[in-house]
């Protein structure tokens, strides 16, 4: 693993198919001892995935029609 003059950590790619990153990901860091441990955070907004599974749409739209009801008063 190398470090940059930014102090920028390059995980090798092993590292990351061990623990499943398959993009960027945040994380956070903590220091035990003289060990530096990196922990992947959860995303904000895949902990909303599935959340409104089954929700269902009260009203449709019909999109055909939508310029009928857009309001061009203000053009």
Known sequence: MAVTRQWQI????????????????????????????????????MRLAGKYRGVAVKKKVDLSKIRDRIDYSWL
């Open 10 to 45: 390059y995980i090798p790619e092993e590292v990351r198919e061990a623990l499943a990153w398959t993009k960027p990901e945040k994380a956070k860091v903590e220091i035990k001892g003289k060990t530096i441990v990196v922990i992947p955070e959860e995303s904000k907004l």
